[in-house]
């Protein structure tokens, strides 16, 4: 994926004076060096500086990780660290930054090879905070060469996240929808997380989508995408107009983001698009976000925002869709009940119009958006991509800005049974534990939208950290509690 950053971590081991500078060279040589056993070399780079007390000194480490390439920082704790250099350079270093300090090796070198990086760390953090420096501390951030090694793998999709956002451009078209005043959110914290902003009107788009009317491209593109729908191509007489308009989107992309190195997009869908262009954009959505360029429908700015985050995070194609409809009881006892541990109340469906690239369906075909063929003839509704999703690990998570902009995220995993869904769009039977008990006292109680971002796999606890890590407040970073756990909200008395 092009839309999305290449994480390179500066490794730079810190010491105080009153220690032997030795024991940060030689644990940083261990700790490099378990990570070139483990993993891919080309994700770090060793920092020869060892800090001593010495701003001087942070300066010149400063300089060295920004001239081999570093977008990422790791503060190695080699001993207890000089609390104001190795806090300096966080606070200069312009990307996302960790810290972990060094476990001691063993119990027949606890005096002049003891290194009390355990209560360095103390230190690192309390001056962090009183610089206002934000770094991303993990759980138990002490460990030996190996546990260090897995402790900044794990910060590579944090950091890519962190440092996409740092320079993506949302661009939009048109206002959102009558009657969605829920995906209608203040731009402010947009902003705030130095994500850029453009907003178009429908008009400018449908002005750029007639000017591409005779694009030599459009064959190319149209066979493309035949040879991708295969036997689910439905509605072969408009591909030549999605092929028209996917290159529409991607032109304005090149030729709109400016300085900014990613892009995701948001449109307004209907009611006037289909009438306007002649079909849904629905199969051309799906297609960029497989390609990492995430494309919400209803103009959900925070919902492409939210898919960008995943995109980041697991390398991976995501995809948007309503917290739609609750499983019949006839279906979850016939195909659920005593084959999964899940009671009726984990279990929903997610859908939407057709929005989930091929490679996530279990089945494609792209045909005609039912709901909107209510209404309308169904040659404008043409270019939907229907299908049931793959079964397997899902994250369902959201950042989200309330009517008076302030951040907050959620963030449950689950999955997606295999479970047939017989209905129509791009759908899923989902099932999340206590997933009734989140729906009541985190997604209706704090007045979420009803679109949620899906990553595939289980990436609870990267994304849980890169939210953190943006600031949003705790008790508004929520996830699906135990039964043991109750909810501010939750009644108390069970009846």
């Known amino acids: 994926m092009n839309n999305v950053p290449t994480i390179k971590v500066g490794i730079v081991a810190v010491s105080r004076d009153c220690f032997p500078e030795s024991l940060s060279v030689n644990r940083r040589k261990a700790l490099v060096a378990a990570y070139a056993a483990k993993y891919n070399v080309e994700e770090i780079y060793e920092c020869p500086i060892c800090i001593v007390e010495s701003e001087i000194h942070m300066v010149q480490a400063l300089e060295d990780i920004k001239a081999h390439g570093c977008n990422a920082l790791c503060v190695y704790l080699g001993n207890f660290g000089p609390e104001i250099s190795e806090t300096l350079l966080a606070k200069h270093f312009d990307g996302p930054k960790m810290f972990v300090a060094a476990a001691e090796e063993s119990q027949n070198d606890l005096m002049d090879g003891r290194g009390d990086a355990y209560c360095g760390m103390l230190n690192a953090s309390y001056n962090l905070a009183l610089r206002n420096v934000g770094a991303y501390i993990p759980e138990y951030p002490v460990g030996d060469a190996e546990d260090c090694a897995d402790m900044i793998h794990e910060f590579l999709p944090i950091a890519r996240a962190i440092e996409g956002l740092s320079n993506l451009k949302i661009i939009s078209f048109g206002p959102r929808p009558q009657n969605f005043l829920a995906c209608n959110a203040p731009i402010k914290q947009l902003y705030n997380l130095n994500v850029e902003i453009e907003e178009n009107s429908e008009l400018d788009l449908y002005e750029s989508f007639l000017k591409h009317a005779d694009d030599p491209r459009i064959a190319e593109v149209a066979a493309d995408m035949a040879a991708e729908l295969g036997s689910g191509n439905k509605k ?260």
């Not at 009438?275 to 849904?280: E, I, L, S």
């Open 236 to 495: 072969p007489e408009v591909l030549n107009k999605l092929a028209q308009y996917e290159l529409t989107l991607l032109d304005w992309v090149e030729g709109h983001k400016g300085y900014r190195k990613y892009v995701a997009l948001t449109t307004k869908c209907w009611p006037a698009f289909q009438t306007m262009f002649g079909f849904v954009p629905c199969y051309v959505n799906s297609r960029l976000t497989g390609r990492g360029i995430p494309v919400s429908c209803e103009v959900d700015i925070y919902g492409t925002l939210s898919e960008f985050i995943g995109t980041c995070v697991t390398e991976d194609a995501v995809t948007l869709l309503d917290i739609n409809n609750s499983v019949p009881k006839d279906m979850y006892k016939e195909s659920i009940e005593g084959k999964f541990d899940y009671t009726f109340k984990d279990t929903f469906m997610g859908f939407h119009c057709g929005n989930t690239c091929t490679a996530k369906l279990a089945f494609h075909e792209m045909k005609y958006q039912k709901i909107m063929a209510r209404s309308l003839p169904i040659e404008v509704t043409n270019g939907t991509l229907e299908g049931d999703i793959i079964p397997g690990d899902i994250t369902f998570f959201r950042l989200q800005s309330t009517a008076d902009a302030k951040l907050r995220a959620y963030v449950a995993e689950g999955e997606v049974l295999p479970v047939a869904t017989k209905s129509f769009g791009a759908i899923g039977v989902f099932a999340i534990k206590e997933m009734g008990r989140f729906f009541r006292h985190v997604l209706i109680q704090k007045n979420y939208p009803h679109h949620g971002a899906v990553a595939f796999g289980h990436h609870g606890k990267a994304l849980f950290e890169v939210f953190k890590y943006l600031g949003v407040p705790q008790e508004d970073l929520n996830y699906n509690q135990p039964a043991s756990v109750p909810y501010p909200t939750e009644n108390p008395f069970k009846g």
